[in-house]
């Protein structure tokens, strides 16, 4: 009996009237828990009403802990028929089952219900108190922590990152079931939530128990998604990085520039478990001797061996020994795994040694064809497969493991596609490995320099490359070789030195496809997919090229089946890596040249291209410094168009088939119009309009030229769908219309968001669906930030300046903290006169100040130091808000007059009782600390309407919806004791409507940390406006009078 | 290619003030969307018209969805649904509640019943104001009305907890209310330069001076009615005009206490005995509904009487003895007709 939860209801608020002739209720809650059931009483006559119940008591096993989730249901009593059930929540009690997170959920809680929505507010609190369980044989894997976050969660830092973990469960879908046909939509719906609560509960759990087993304690970039197979069932699948973290003491968590793991790691002693000699690495699959339970095969991965031999592995100090050195070393490490796959896009310092470039591999399986469609095994079977595939490719690129993994599906009817993804690299041991961090801290102290262009150089070799690729040497540290092109799926390491901004790159893309059954359905988009990811290729190189640019990040291809054509769609984030040589242009070749007019429309066509390159490199203010071609040597010959992109399809036959994406033997960047498709092409390349000034965009976490980025941020989800004619659809047409609803779609944010100039929308996430025969539905999540845009101006002059301070900074231990703070906050120049001086403060102090002006933490405002801080502050206040109140005026063209308009004075702001939380798809917040992670946050609704019309149409209905989910999101968050969402990630939104019924339903997959986030303090404000040589000492003040 | 659905909700809800005010005024998307192409915010940000469009219907949307949240301002402050920051939720509420002069003027006094709602086809047309806005306005006003009707406690206060108005709104919904019970007859011809800033400081101090509530303390409630008792009470000043030393007393109180504070001071005391008799009559006789309902009207009928000053500013005597304490110095000097 290792768990007993408790479980008060404390109240509730605007219930809905269920008593027409009253017009109130007469409610009450029950609350249950696996199979255990406890009732309020009524509380009769009123829409607020105060239960305040006893503590209701549940013993469970911590198994059940884990899986099940707490059901609350408010109900209205009737003496005489049924109770009317007026809603429910489900609250995940998870978080309440690690130390360092939550140790209690209260607050107010919407009453959600599929059918009308919410309805009403629930007060509740939730306590659990756990026996400690030393059962080794165990079924929970409670203690494990689980961060959505694809990178080191903030306040923690990477002892050991282990590595793959991956589990996958399946389930009858409730929708598919024959009860179904009997029972209301409602019930239906709430079947399938429970069901999918249960689902992901015993997902974690067994993932849990994988890290256990491991040795690690956490699960970093953890990914769960769903697929609806339909009639074949329900299948929950996830996959994450086993990590083991250590928690940093708190004062250094508060510091306001220690967010760089490799500082903390030297401040905070060195504290993890002595390594032992050696270690069994044949942990007994324990889990198979009780495993009644497990429904599934584990494919577990190895845990780690600890590489004896190697000892503290100080060996290398050269630079080409050291690379073979840790080339073995990882190969050591990495070769104990069966999948040696990060989840992880970011990395902790001198983690990243060499990135090779994007691998991907995907398979087209027949759903019906399941033998077993209530067992995983075959689901197993199909993503070993794949992951297999995936590891090959990594090979063939000179790598050992995989970073930026992901896999995900997509399904039309019976066919599935299964596609994963991610970026081949060589990685550092150190982080892998039990035992050798000190020795190999030591070694990257020495190696630093390179470290910064060496993710950069090839991983493979030479002479014997993978696929023909231009080699030139690197531009910054001209001893090793790089390619001049490099696409990745992580996220831009933070020690790369990139030239100018980034912009956000998408290939879009449609191909027709006959409507087909079965294996002949199959077939047929096996043999469109090579072609699509070729095409969905050429279009990001060229596009890539337009810009000037020479790197993606983040790349994410995502291909969509539907009844009658196949989706493409790739997003990534460009940007001018200064290691890489420059790209050359596009030329463009007719096929006749003897055409004189056709001669001229071509070189017309050229022009345009060259001054479209021209424009783009002003616009991201790419200026590379000119480099002699003496000193970086003579590249390579046989220059010829490479790809980064390996990857296979394989249809359910498993048959592999490998294709060459290289251009055969045509010169590197010439596109040759030889038909009208080509000529679209081109046009194509050219109407992609960029964003309006003050705007950025890209789908990383950050802009990789931005730094200075303002506390304001807005996080929204867009959704667009739109009906083809389904006259004579061609495939250009098909283009147009695709391409044009995304521009159109991104139009439209730029307009809305117009009021947060400067900004950048980042971590932009494109999600293509078809749910019908010609409707296609792009579902976008991103977030705008702002920044300052005058200080953007002085980093980008001061970046190389700054950079140069980061690398001394490194090797000066007694200095780097207050360095560092002040190179990221205060661009490096000398005292300003008074007057700027003041500015320049008020800038910099914008962070706070615009935190004042736009979010409403009222409690802080009583524990403000009042020294002569404050008084800048607020002058930087009443700066930053005329400033903003005259761009508001701009844009105060109204057509109306106000004549008629009886102006008067706003009421003084009542007191809200609703605390801000904020919602984010980044790991962090700018201008502020997280301090705390508090569990992860893992919710799925259904929400169904059979009066669509009513309810606004499809649009009413979505935005009322998703509004909804957003409400629940933070409502679980504050209940939790937190104040933001990081990492939130919208995975799945299906949206199924028939209009004639006037009924409609969706389902929502949200996923996200709860975190505690500070504001950075006053502290930061003292530090920035000292000259750099007295931060130490001012930083300590801050300290003593906050 | 049509645009089967076309959303955006972000985590707080973002509140454009001049799409409010588009919406609130009553216009269709597509009127909305013209105004908005001719202000020119299409050149600043190198939008398009269908740009313009789905976010003018987007924004439409959603103030739809916060309207049934803005009829319980209270609602909107704990409601979890919308992230909105404070001070844009009192924006929000106060533009919501906020009405315009012409339209107040039209209903002001008139019984807030479905027999007025049907007049307000009639009240657009007159105004310019859409009907749509007129219909908000016009339940706005019954909300309140029956929110507050049997409310104890002062009217005002008891507007601005229940709808969060700013302290000036809370104080024009009282006299809107206050006229509304009382159906004060505000539409006549002669009523018709009077301002409802005019009628809304008459009920003020009615409301002070006048009411139940303002007489007897204890007995709080009925901030909304007259004191009947008070009425008959009035019949007493005939007093004034009958007997000469009052009258002579009266006079010389009444200048005392004017004196330097009034424009047309020598009018007002050369006509003092035209003057006190007009609105001693008028006070004699609010013994009944009817008349009081016409109070305003008969206030200024009497032409020799007030046509030095407009009646409203000579209205609020409450007590026989000081007829003109109430007049506020910063109105304007009242216009000689």
Same mark, same amino acid.
């Given at each position: 009996?290792?768990?007993?939860?408790?479980?008060?209801?404390?109240?509730?608020?605007?219930?809905?009237?269920?008593?027409?002739?009253?017009?109130?209720?007469?409610?009450?809650?029950?609350?249950?828990?696996?199979?255990?059931?406890?009732?309020?009483?009524?509380?009769?006559?009123?829409?607020?009403?105060?239960?305040?119940?006893?503590?209701?008591?549940?013993?469970?096993?911590?198994?059940?802990?884990?899986?099940?989730?707490?059901?609350?249901?408010?109900?209205?009593?009737?003496?005489?028929?049924?109770?009317?059930?007026?809603?429910? /929540?489900?609250?995940?009690?998870?978080?309440?089952?690690?130390?360092?997170?939550?140790?209690?959920?209260?607050?107010?809680?919407?009453?959600?219900?599929?059918?009308?929505?919410?309805?009403?507010?629930?007060?509740?609190?939730?306590?659990?108190?756990?026996?400690?369980?030393?059962?080794?044989?165990?079924?929970? *894997?409670?203690?494990?922590?689980?961060?959505?976050?694809?990178?080191?969660?903030?306040?923690?830092?990477?002892?050991?990152?282990?590595?793959?973990?991956?589990?996958?469960?399946?389930?009858?879908?409730?929708?598919?079931?024959?009860?179904?046909?009997?029972?209301?939509?409602?019930?239906?719906?709430?079947?399938?939530?429970?069901?999918?609560?249960?689902?992901?509960?015993?997902?974690?759990?067994?993932?849990?128990?994988?890290?256990?087993?491991?040795?690690?304690?956490? /699960?970093?970039?953890?990914?769960?998604?769903?697929?609806?197979?339909?009639?074949?069932?329900?299948?929950?699948?996830?996959?994450?990085?086993?990590?083991?973290?250590?928690?940093?003491?708190?004062?250094?968590?508060?510091?306001?520039?220690?967010? *760089?793991?490799?500082?903390?790691?030297?401040?905070?002693?060195?504290?993890?478990?002595?390594?032992?000699?050696?270690?069994?690495?044949?942990?007994?699959?324990?889990?198979?001797?009780?495993?009644?339970?497990?429904?599934?095969?584990?494919?577990?991965?190895?845990?780690?061996?600890?590489?004896?031999?190697?000892?503290?592995?100080?060996?290398?100090?050269?630079?080409?020994?050291?690379?073979?050195?840790?080339?073995?070393?990882?190969?050591?490490?990495?070769?104990?795994?069966?999948?040696?796959?990060?989840?992880?896009?970011?990395?902790?310092?001198?983690?990243? /040694?060499?990135?090779?470039?994007?691998?991907?591999?995907?398979?087209?399986?027949?759903?019906?064809?399941?033998?077993?469609?209530?067992?995983?095994?075959?689901?197993?079977?199909?993503?070993?497969?794949?992951?297999?595939?995936?590891?090959?490719?990594?090979?063939?690129?000179?790598?050992?493991?995989?970073?930026?993994?992901?896999?995900?599906?997509?399904?039309?009817?019976?066919?599935?596609?299964?596609?994963?993804?991610?970026?081949?690299?060589?990685?550092?041991?150190?982080?892998?490995?039990?035992?050798?961090?000190?020795?190999?801290?030591?070694?990257?102290? +020495?190696?630093?320099?390179?470290?910064?262009?060496?993710?950069?150089?090839?991983?493979?070799? +030479?002479?014997?490359?993978?696929?023909?690729?231009?080699?030139?040497?690197?531009?910054?540290?001209?001893?090793?070789?790089?390619?001049?092109?490099?696409?990745?799926?992580?996220?831009?390491?933070?020690? =790369?030195?990139?030239?100018?901004?980034?912009?956000?790159?998408?290939?879009?893309?449609?191909?027709?496809?006959?409507?087909?059954?079965?294996? =002949?359905?199959?077939?047929?988009?096996?043999?469109?997919?090579?072609?699509?990811?070729?095409?969905?290729? $050429?279009?990001?190189?060229?596009?890539?090229?337009?810009?000037?640019?020479?790197?993606?990040?983040?790349?994410?291809?995502?291909?969509?089946?539907?009844?009658?054509?196949?989706?493409?769609?790739?997003?990534?984030?460009?940007?001018?890596?200064?290691?890489?040589?420059?790209?050359?242009?596009?030329?463009?070749?007719?096929?006749?040249?003897?055409?004189?007019?056709?001669?001229?429309?071509?070189?017309?066509?050229?022009?345009?291209?060259?001054?479209?390159?021209?424009?783009? #490199?002003?616009?991201?203010?790419?200026?590379?410094?000119?480099?002699?071609?003496?000193?970086?040597?003579?590249?390579?010959?046989?220059?010829?168009?490479?790809?980064?992109?390996?990857?296979?399809?394989?249809?359910?036959?498993?048959?592999?088939?490998?294709?060459?994406?290289?251009?055969?033997?045509?010169?590197?960047?010439?596109?040759?119009?030889?038909?009208?498709?080509?000529? +679209?092409?081109?046009? *194509?390349?050219?109407?992609?309009?960029?964003?309006? *000034?003050?705007?950025?965009?890209?789908?990383?976490?950050?802009?990789?030229?931005?730094?200075?980025? $303002?506390?304001?941020?807005?996080?929204?989800?867009?959704?667009?769908?739109?009906?083809?004619?389904?006259?004579?659809?061609?495939?250009?047409?098909?283009?147009?219309?695709?391409?044009?609803?995304?521009?159109?779609?991104?139009?439209?944010?730029?307009?809305?968001?117009?009021?947060?100039?400067?900004?950048?929308?980042?971590?932009?996430?494109?999600?293509?669906?078809?749910?019908?025969?010609?409707?296609?539905?792009?579902?976008?999540?991103? /977030?705008?930030?702002?920044?300052?845009?005058?200080?953007?101006?002085?980093?980008?002059?001061?970046?190389?300046?700054?950079?140069?301070?980061?690398?001394?900074?490194?090797?000066?231990?007694?200095?780097?903290?207050?360095?560092?703070?002040?190179?990221?906050?205060?661009?490096?120049?000398?005292?300003?006169?008074?007057?700027?001086?003041?500015?320049?403060?008020?800038?910099?102090?914008?962070?706070?100040?615009?935190?004042?002006? $736009?979010?409403?933490?009222?409690?802080?405002?009583?524990?403000?130091?009042?020294?002569?801080?404050?008084?800048?502050?607020?002058?930087?206040?009443?700066?930053?808000?005329?400033?903003?109140?005259?761009?508001?005026?701009?844009?105060?063209?109204?057509?109306?007059?106000?004549?008629?308009?009886?102006?008067?004075?706003?009421?003084?702001?009542?007191?809200?009782?609703?605390?801000?939380?904020?919602?984010?798809?980044?790991?962090?917040?700018?201008?502020?600390?997280?301090?705390?992670?508090?569990?992860?946050?893992?919710?799925?609704?259904?929400?169904?309407?059979?009066?669509?019309?009513?309810?606004?149409?499809?649009?009413?209905?979505?935005?009322?919806?998703?509004?909804?989910?957003?409400?629940?999101?933070?409502?679980?968050?504050?209940?939790?004791?937190?104040?933001?969402?990081?990492?939130?990630?919208? #995975?799945?939104?299906?949206?199924?409507?028939?209009?004639? #019924?006037?009924?409609?339903?969706?389902?929502?997959?949200?996923?996200?940390?709860?975190?505690?986030?500070?504001?950075?303090?006053?502290?930061?404000?003292?530090?920035?406006?000292?000259?750099?040589?007295?931060?130490?000492?001012?930083?300590?003040?801050?300290?003593?009078?906050? | &290619?049509?645009?089967?659905?076309?959303?955006?909700?972000?985590?707080?809800?973002?509140?454009?003030?001049?799409?409010?005010?588009?919406?609130?005024?009553?216009?269709?998307?597509?009127?909305?969307?013209?105004?908005?192409?001719?202000?020119?915010?299409?050149?600043?940000?190198?939008?398009?018209?269908?740009?313009?469009?789905?976010?003018?219907?987007?924004?439409?949307?959603?103030?739809?969805?916060?309207?049934?949240?803005?009829?319980?301002?209270?609602?909107?402050?704990?409601?979890?649904?919308?992230?909105?920051? !404070?001070?844009?939720?009192?924006?929000?509420?106060?533009?919501?509640?906020?009405?315009?002069?012409?339209?107040?003027?039209?209903?002001?006094?008139?019984?807030?019943?479905?027999?007025?709602?049907?007049?307000?086809?009639?009240?657009?047309?007159?105004?310019?104001?859409?009907?749509?806005?007129?219909?908000?306005?016009?339940?706005?006003?019954?909300?309140?009305?029956?929110?507050?009707?049997? &409310?104890?406690?002062?009217?005002?206060?008891?507007?601005?907890?229940?709808?969060?108005?700013?302290?000036?709104?809370?104080?024009?919904?009282?006299?809107?209310?206050?006229?509304?019970?009382?159906?004060?007859?505000?539409?006549?011809?002669?009523?018709?330069?009077?301002?409802?800033?005019?009628?809304?400081?008459?009920?003020?101090?009615?409301?002070?001076?006048?009411?139940?509530?303002?007489?007897?303390?204890?007995?709080?409630?009925?901030?909304?009615?007259?004191?009947?008792?008070?009425?008959?009470?009035?019949?007493?000043?005939?007093?004034?005009?009958?007997?000469?030393?009052? @009258?002579?007393?009266?006079?010389?109180?009444?200048?005392?206490?004017?004196?330097?504070? @009034?424009?047309?001071?020598?009018?007002?005391?050369?006509?003092?005995?035209?003057?006190?008799?007009?609105?001693?009559?008028?006070?004699?006789?609010?013994?009944?509904?009817?008349?009081?309902?016409?109070?305003?009207?008969?206030?200024?009928?009497?032409?020799?009487?007030?046509?030095?000053?407009?009646?409203?500013?000579?209205?609020?005597?409450?007590? !026989?003895?000081?007829?003109?304490?109430?007049?506020? !110095?910063?109105?304007?000097?009242?216009? @000689?007709?």
């Amino acid at each position: 009996m290792p768990g007993k939860l408790k479980v008060k209801i404390v109240a509730g608020r605007h219930l809905p009237v269920m008593d027409r002739a009253s017009d109130l209720t007469d409610a009450f809650v029950e609350v249950k828990f696996g199979n255990t059931t406890f009732k309020t009483d009524v509380y009769l006559k009123s829409l607020n009403p105060q239960w305040n119940s006893e503590w209701f008591k549940f013993e469970v096993d911590d198994e059940d802990l884990q899986d099940e989730p707490l059901q609350i249901t408010v109900l209205d009593h009737d003496t005489y028929s049924a109770n009317d059930a007026i809603g429910k /929540v489900y609250i995940d009690i998870d978080p309440l089952l690690y130390s360092e997170a939550a140790t209690v959920i209260s607050g107010w809680f919407p009453i959600y219900d599929t059918i009308h929505g919410i309805r009403g507010e629930i007060n509740v609190v939730v306590k659990v108190d756990l026996f400690n369980d030393l059962n080794r044989f165990r079924q929970s *894997s409670c203690g494990v922590k689980f961060f959505c976050t694809t990178s080191i969660p903030k306040c923690y830092r990477a002892v050991i990152i282990h590595g793959f973990v991956e589990e996958l469960v399946v389930n009858e879908d409730p929708e598919y079931q024959w009860i179904d046909r009997i029972r209301t939509p409602r019930a239906s719906n709430e079947a399938r939530q429970r069901l999918i609560s249960l689902m992901s509960g015993e997902l974690q759990r067994k993932i849990g128990l994988k890290v256990l087993e491991m040795r690690g304690n956490a /699960v970093v970039g953890y990914l769960q998604c769903f697929d609806l197979e339909g009639e074949s069932g329900l299948v929950v699948r996830a996959i994450g990085t086993a990590c083991t973290l250590d928690k940093l003491s708190s004062p250094a968590a508060f510091l306001p520039a220690c967010n *760089s793991p490799s500082k903390e790691m030297k401040e905070s002693p060195l504290v993890h478990p002595p390594s032992h000699g050696c270690r069994s690495t044949h942990n007994s699959p324990i889990h198979t001797a009780t495993g009644s339970r497990l429904t599934q095969n584990f494919s577990v991965s190895v845990p780690t061996l600890i590489y004896t031999g190697m000892g503290s592995g100080s060996a290398g100090k050269e630079g080409g020994p050291f690379k073979a050195l840790l080339r073995q070393q990882t190969q050591s490490a990495l070769e104990q795994r069966e999948f040696p796959f990060f989840t992880l896009t970011a990395f902790p310092p001198g983690f990243l /040694v060499h990135v090779g470039g994007v691998v991907s591999a995907r398979s087209v399986k027949l759903l019906d064809r399941i033998h077993n469609p209530d067992e995983p095994e075959t689901r197993d079977a199909w993503w070993a497969e794949i992951r297999q595939e995936i590891k090959s490719h990594a090979k063939a690129l000179g790598c050992h493991a995989v970073v930026g993994y992901s896999e995900s599906t997509s399904i039309c009817e019976e066919v599935c596609i299964l596609s994963a993804s991610g970026t081949a690299a060589v990685l550092n041991p150190r982080f892998l490995q039990d035992g050798t961090v000190e020795g190999c801290l030591e070694q990257r102290l +020495e190696e630093n320099l390179p470290t910064r262009c060496g993710f950069c150089h090839i991983p493979y070799d +030479e002479l014997n490359m993978p696929f023909p690729a231009h080699l030139t040497y690197c531009y910054n540290c001209r001893k090793q070789k790089v390619p001049d092109v490099l696409f990745t799926t992580i996220d831009l390491p933070t020690d =790369a030195t990139v030239i100018g901004k980034g912009c956000l790159i998408q290939a879009r893309l449609c191909r027709l496809k006959k409507k087909a059954q079965a294996e =002949a359905n199959a077939t047929a988009i096996s043999n469109l997919l090579p072609f699509m990811e070729y095409e969905v290729h $050429t279009q990001l190189m060229n596009k890539l090229k337009l810009k000037g640019m020479n790197a993606l990040f983040g790349l994410r291809i995502q291909i969509t089946v539907g009844e009658n054509m196949l989706m493409g769609l790739a997003s990534a984030t460009g940007v001018y890596l200064a290691a890489l040589p420059t790209p050359g242009g596009i030329q463009i070749a007719g096929k006749t040249p003897n055409d004189g007019s056709y001669e001229q429309h071509i070189s017309h066509m050229q022009k345009k291209i060259n001054d479209t390159i021209a424009k783009n #490199k002003e616009l991201y203010e790419i200026n590379p410094p000119e480099i002699s071609e003496e000193i970086i040597g003579s590249p390579i010959p046989e220059p010829r168009q490479r790809s980064r992109l390996l990857r296979s399809q394989s249809e359910s036959s498993d048959e592999v088939t490998e294709l060459d994406l290289s251009h055969g033997k045509k010169d590197a960047f010439v596109l040759e119009i030889d038909d009208t498709d080509a000529m +679209e092409d081109v046009h *194509s390349l050219l109407t992609d309009v960029p964003p309006p *000034s003050g705007f950025y965009s890209c789908n990383t976490e950050i802009m990789p030229g931005i730094n200075n980025w $303002t506390s304001e941020i807005q996080m929204f989800t867009s959704v667009r769908v739109i009906r083809l004619s389904s006259l004579n659809l061609t495939n250009q047409a098909l283009n147009k219309n695709f391409n044009d609803l995304c521009e159109n779609l991104l139009k439209s944010l730029y307009f809305k968001l117009r009021s947060m100039i400067p900004c950048c929308l980042c971590h932009v996430n494109f999600t293509v669906s078809l749910p019908e025969d010609e409707l296609i539905q792009v579902t976008v999540t991103a /977030v705008a930030i702002t920044f300052d845009k005058n200080q953007a101006l002085q980093t980008t002059k001061t970046h190389v300046e700054k950079s140069l301070q980061r690398a001394s900074t490194d090797n000066e231990e007694l200095l780097q903290f207050p360095l560092e703070l002040c190179s990221d906050s205060l661009p490096s120049h000398p005292l300003p006169p008074a007057k700027e001086h003041l500015e320049s403060a008020s800038s910099n102090s914008g962070i706070p100040a615009a935190q004042r002006a $736009t979010s409403v933490d009222y409690s802080s405002f009583a524990d403000r130091c009042s020294s002569w801080i404050e008084l800048i502050k607020l002058k930087a206040q009443t700066i930053r808000r005329g400033s903003i109140k005259t761009t508001v005026t701009v844009e105060k063209a109204s057509p109306v007059g106000d004549g008629n308009f009886r102006n008067r004075s706003a009421p003084p702001c009542a007191n809200s009782t609703v605390g801000v939380v904020k919602m984010t798809p980044l790991s962090f917040i700018p201008g502020a600390k997280i301090t705390k992670y508090l569990g992860i946050i893992n919710m799925f609704f259904i929400r169904e309407t059979t009066s669509l019309r009513e309810e606004g149409g499809v649009s009413g209905f979505l935005h009322a919806f998703i509004a909804e989910v957003f409400a629940m999101v933070r409502a679980h968050v504050a209940a939790l004791g937190g104040n933001a969402v990081v990492s939130y990630i919208m #995975k799945q939104c299906v949206f199924m409507e028939n209009p004639n #019924k006037n009924q409609a339903q969706c389902l929502i997959n949200v996923s996200g940390d709860a975190v505690v986030f500070v504001r950075e303090s006053d502290l930061e404000v003292v530090s920035t406006q000292q000259p750099t040589a007295n931060c130490q000492s001012s930083c300590t003040e801050g300290e003593v009078t906050t | &290619m049509t645009s089967e659905l076309d959303i955006f909700v972000g985590n707080t809800t973002l509140i454009d003030e001049d799409m409010y005010r588009l919406w609130l005024d009553g216009y269709l998307v597509t009127n909305a969307v013209a105004l908005r192409v001719r202000s020119g915010i299409l050149e600043q940000m190198g939008s398009t018209a269908a740009v313009l469009q789905s976010d003018t219907m987007d924004r439409y949307r959603t103030f739809h969805m916060l309207e049934r949240l803005l009829h319980a301002p209270p609602k909107l402050l704990h409601q979890l649904i919308f992230q909105i920051l !404070p001070s844009r939720q009192a924006l929000l509420i106060e533009r919501y509640y906020a009405f315009d002069e012409a339209f107040v003027r039209e209903v002001l006094g008139k019984k807030l019943s479905k027999g007025t709602k049907k007049d307000l086809d009639d009240i657009s047309t007159i105004t310019g104001i859409t009907l749509k806005s007129c219909r908000r306005q016009f339940d706005n006003f019954k909300r309140v009305f029956k929110v507050v009707e049997e &409310m104890r406690g002062s009217l005002v206060d008891n507007i601005q907890q229940h709808f969060l108005l700013s302290d000036q709104l809370a104080r024009d919904y009282a006299a809107i209310v206050f006229f509304a019970n009382n159906r004060f007859e505000t539409g006549k011809k002669k009523l018709q330069y009077l301002s409802f800033g005019d009628f809304a400081f008459s009920a003020e101090l009615m409301i002070q001076n006048w009411t139940l509530g303002a007489v007897d303390s204890q007995m709080d409630d009925m901030h909304m009615d007259l004191d009947k008792e008070f009425l008959q009470d009035l019949k007493e000043l005939k007093l004034l005009v009958a007997d000469k030393d009052l @009258l002579d007393l009266h006079k010389s109180l009444v200048c005392t206490a004017l004196w330097g504070k @009034l424009g047309v001071f020598s009018e007002m005391k050369a006509n003092f005995k035209n003057l006190s008799r007009g609105l001693v009559n008028v006070a004699t006789k609010l013994t009944h509904n009817k008349d009081v309902r016409d109070l305003f009207r008969r206030a200024v009928l009497p032409k020799s009487v007030f046509s030095v000053c407009p009646l409203p500013r000579w209205l609020p005597t409450p007590g !026989p003895l000081g007829p003109l304490h109430g007049h506020p !110095p910063w109105l304007p000097p009242a216009p @000689l007709s």
